[in-house]
């Protein structure tokens, strides 16, 4: 972690696809004495560019118009491994949670409690203390609890590979229309995939196929 020297100056990369959210953000940003706006980005693909400018702290939201701002967690720690990552998001589900933490995310934030300061929350940040709004502190609690042994008598409720596939890039926040693209199928035939899926598995939402799934291991949080 950054030592917040009081003459220090850190810059700060904010990815969001909302425009009011992305200009409150970069005012507050900028107003603050030790921080420099470094980019902003309204999606991934913007993003990407600032990576090798190795931002000290990078603000994301995780539900991008063009991908999942846990990449962009991990991409900015492979290229500038003591950077820091604020997630400030509306997603307080725990799958999202645990993935942006694992990624490395040292603070999570719902937009619905967002500080006053955001200038603020990351100084403090950058000073030691994980800025995690109370709704979702509970899900990385459970995260450091030995997970208890879940027996069934069919593990991996018998989904064929391209299904595991689909589920996959479902848990990662994917839409129907993004996964017929990355895995070269029609519209239909991924809504096909998704019902078979949920059939199999007994669920009637993408939120209970995908905690169904991390929960036997049959999805993994770091793929």
Known sequence: MADAGASEIFSVLV??????????????????????LLGAAGCCRE?????????????????????????LIRRMKTVAPKSEAIVITIFADEF????????????????DTMPGDIGNAIMEMLAGISPISPAVARYIINALRPEPVIETTNPDFSLSQRELEVLQLVAR????????RLLELSGHTVVAHIRSIYKKMQV?????????????????LDD
């Open 47 to 71: 993003a990407m560019p600032y990576m090798d400018l190795k931002p000290d702290v990078m603000l994301v939201d995780l539900g991008l118009p063009d991908g999942n701002g846990a990449d």
């Open 173 to 180: 926040g994917y839409s129907r229309e993004e996964i017929a």
């Open 15 to 36: 990815v969001e696809d909302d425009t009011t959210i992305r200009q409150y953000f970069e005012n507050s940003v900028s107003s603050h004495k030790q921080l420099k």
């Open 204 to 220: 009637h939402s993408r939120s209970e196929a995908v905690y169904e799934a991390y929960q036997i291991g049959l999805i993994k």
């Open 96 to 111: 999202r949670v645990i993935e942006a933490i694992r990624a490395g995310a040292t603070g999570y934030i719902l937009k």
